[in-house]
């Protein structure tokens, strides 16, 4: 086969010599070019780079503080809904001091039934609480130096008293709703009692009747009262009042002797207010288990005691 001169048909009329050279310079530059090329190299595609990875990397790799607000290649989004996420979820790990909801078994718990010991007649011989008029009253007073101040204490202690049923000692901070209660734990109605309240207390297996016309004197007395069942209390004296340092037990209920003991002992405490009213409509308040809230005598501040009595008297 022969060759065509000067150029094979159908071929590009190029100067031989020309190709020739530039391709060999392009080799031959190449392969000894030990530079950069700007901005590309021969045969390499035509695409814009961007320097900002390598050098964001580079400075991430040899800084070891913070960056601020935003380190290089993070995106700009602020971290406001996280640190709020973070903070709730620190608030809902504090423990509760006392929301009258939360950790109540420590005291009672109305959704425990391990509790209904509290409020049930477990006596087989109920008659040994029945009322006996040859057992008097007794008036029990406590000493309590004048500077003495009752501590609150939260939902995670456990509160003793020195004397049963207590009339004085620590409580818990959230004073109950005043009135009647399927049972009240003394570390609660404390509070109440530091605030010039009257506690009834009854035996479970105290004689109704009695319990009754001992409940119709206090409700008709003053609004500042609680009246629960109580397991303290003796067969002797299956009633009691109690005021703050003071308690009266007795058998039989005597109308004059209890209207003069509320009149005495009632309002008188170390949290006591001549001004209930302004803040018992608007505090929080403690009301598991209770039956029925007491209602107004004369008003709030409880300014007249037992008056329907001395119209008896």
């Known amino acids: 086969m022969g060759k065509s001169y000067p150029y094979v048909p159908e071929e590009p009329q190029l100067k031989n010599n020309v190709q020739r050279v530039q391709s060999n310079e392009l080799t031959k530059s190449d392969n000894s070019w030990q ?57 809902s790990t504090i423990p509760i001091c006392d929301d009258g909801v939360h950790n109540l078994s420590i005291d ?3 959704q425990d039934i391990r509790h209904n010991y509290n409020y049930l007649c477990l006596q087989s011989n109920r008659s040994r609480f029945n009322p006996n008029l040859n057992t008097e009253a007794l008036l029990t007073l406590h000493f309590l130096p004048s500077a003495y101040v009752p501590p609150a204490k939260c939902m995670n202690e456990s509160i003793g008293y020195s004397h049963e049923p ?25 509070r109440n ?47 009691a009042l109690l005021s703050w340092r003071n308690s009266l037990s007795m058998s039989v209920v005597d109308e004059k002797q209890v209207g003069q003991f509320i009149r005495k002992y009632a309002k008188h405490g170390p949290l006591a207010l001549p001004n209930l009213s302004r803040v018992v409509e608007k505090r929080k308040s403690y009301k598991a288990a209770l039956l029925t809230e007491a209602h107004l005598v004369t008003d709030l501040d409880d300014s007249e005691l037992c008056g329907y009595l001395q119209e008896h008297m």
């Open 35 to 91: 530079g950069k090329w700007f901005p590309y190299a021969p045969g390499e595609p035509h695409i814009p780079k961007t320097e900002t990875d390598q050098s964001s990397t580079k400075f991430r790799d040899s800084w070891q503080g913070k960056w601020f607000p935003f380190g290089p290649g993070q995106p700009h989004i602020y971290q406001q809904q996280e640190e709020s996420t973070k903070q709730s979820a620190k608030q």
């Open 193 to 239: 009692l530091a605030e010039g309240a009257i506690i009834m207390l009854y035996h479970p297996c105290a004689y109704r009747g009695q319990v009754e016309q001992l409940q119709h004197i206090v409700q008709g007395c003053l609004y500042r009262h609680i009246i629960t069942p109580s397991q303290f209390l003796t067969p002797e004296r299956p009633l």
């Open 108 to 110: 009672y718990d109305p």
């Open 166 to 190: 207590p009339t004085n000692g620590a409580f818990r901070p959230l004073p109950a709703v005043y009135g009647s209660y399927k049972y009240l734990p003394p570390q609660r109605y404390m």
